[in-house]
């Protein structure tokens, strides 16, 4: 699993095959069960975590306990690099939403493997700016818009399929997962979705399924205009 693990992983795609397999045989093979964690905020040991299959999400607990979801991580995606950068436990918890497969790589590990490969080191703090800049962006979309822009910013970003003028996307989590990354309640984005159907900007599906009708409108929504 771990080779593969790490052929499919961006931050690792320029290294020669021979390479590749010396970073493999630095990972540690993990499986979880869906609800199961791949670490907690405080704990002690800072690790990189690679998915290799599966889904992992990454969520917050306010002080009053409720989830906030941060991100959902799919194969190839990685997540523990600020832990393993600095050294310093994790402040927030990985769970997996299905059965995964990880690759797990401990701090010291990798702090040789950067030294030993400094492009990769690179490439990664590439893929971390590229994500503090979406987080900006998710930030002031909670800070400046109403349910409905945040949803329709929500879709129009999913990956998609086209078919004439129209535009298919999949919720790829369960609602009350989605409207906690909006940082709202599922009430209000099922009341989002039918104000957004109502309006003819999207079709709501069997499923998950949803079709964006006039991505245009749908756009201008999201931007506030």
């Known amino acids: 699993m771990a080779d593969t693990c790490v052929a499919r992983v961006p931050v690792f795609a320029g290294l020669a095959a021979n390479d590749q397999q010396l970073v493999a045989e630095l990972a540690r ?17 800072s690790r990189l975590i690679v998915v290799h299959t599966g889904r992992l999400k990454i969520f917050r607990v306010s002080p009053d306990g409720s989830e906030q979801l941060v991100r959902v991580l799919g194969p190839g995606d990685f997540t523990g690099e600020t832990a393993v950068f600095t050294g310093q436990p994790p402040g927030d918890y990985a769970a997996a939403l299905d059965g995964c497969e990880l690759c797990v790589f401990r701090h010291d590990d990798l702090q040789s493997l950067v030294r030993e490969y400094p492009d990769t080191g690179l490439r990664m703090l590439a893929m971390v700016s590229e994500r503090l800049s979406d987080t900006e962006h998710r930030l002031n979309s909670l800070t400046s818009r109403d349910v409905e822009s945040r949803l329709a910013d929500y879709l129009l970003r999913l990956p998609a399929t086209r078919s004439g003028g129209a535009v298919t996307v999949a919720l790829p989590m369960a609602k009350k997962d989605v409207a906690s990354l909006i940082d709202t309640t599922p009430e209000s984005l099922s009341r989002a979705l039918k104000t957004l159907a109502a309006q003819e900007l999207i079709v709501i599906g069997a499923g998950r399924s949803v079709t964006i009708t006039q991505p245009e409108q749908l756009r201008r929504l999201a931007d506030g205009a």
Not at 29 to 45: C, H, I, K, T, W
């Open 29 to 45: 093979p993990v499986r979880l069960q869906a609800g199961e964690f791949a670490y907690s905020a405080n704990d002690e040991v």
